[in-house]
């Protein structure tokens, strides 16, 4: 791994882009209608690894402002299709905007940053919010790094882990709720959902 980037990870997006993006994923439901009602009407929202574009999909008919993004070509390109729109091929370290967006959607994504790399990436997403901005993020929940049977890597947090990846001074709010799910691999998975408020 180098700067916060899996090539792994990486590859098994570019390769299995269509398979992941024609799953038939939903909008993630009554997460995502929480963070935007936390929005302001017409706000302008950052989407980090959106994969097949799904949320982006849904924030856009509520009419915000979306910039969806993702690290591997192969999903934007298949995110394109789904929204008629650009979406732009930007890693996780590439982030360099500053106050520039009510809100930053990063479901299932920074899951893949590597430990140590995760608190200067969330340093960029603080700088790249507008005062009193929202930022939500999910994990897998866990006590150490590894991969799964994929070889994806993830870094599997456990919450006290993430307080202090996140700075909790940085924030005005941080809430993490804990949940049991799946993912790509259908095995049974501990979630953390992270939202963050940022200093008004």
């Known amino acids: 791994m180098r700067d916060g980037k899996d090539a792994n990870t990486l590859d098994f997006y570019a390769s299995e882009a269509e398979a992941y993006a024609s799953r038939g994923q939903e909008a993630s439901g009554a997460r995502l209608q929480s963070f935007m009602s936390l929005l302001p009407p ?21 009419g915000f402002d979306v ?29 360099a905007e500053h106050e520039a967006f009510d809100g930053i959607w990063a479901n299932a994504c920074l899951l893949h940053v590597p430990r ?7 340093a960029r997403v603080h700088a790249a919010l507008k005062p009193a901005g929202v930022f939500y993020a999910s994990f897998k929940a866990g006590e150490q790094d590894g991969r799964d049977r994929f070889g994806r890597y993830f ?10 990846a996140y700075g909790a001074g940085r924030w005005s709010r941080l809430d993490i709720d804990e949940e049991t799910g799946s993912g790509y691999d259908r095995e049974p998975t501990d979630w953390l959902h992270v939202t963050a408020f940022k200093m008004p």
């Open 42 to 62: 017409g706000g302008r929202v950052l989407e980090l690894g959106c994969g097949a574009g799904q949320d982006s999909e849904a924030l856009l008919a509520q």
């Open 67 to 95: 910039i969806p993004t993702d690290g591997s070509p192969e999903l934007a390109a298949q995110a394109e299709r789904r929204l008629g729109r650009p979406v732009a091929v930007l890693l996780f370290e590439e982030l």
């Open 116 to 122: 140590a790399a995760l608190p200067a990436m969330i």
């Open 155 to 164: 870094n599997y947090p456990s919450p006290e882990w993430l307080r202090g």
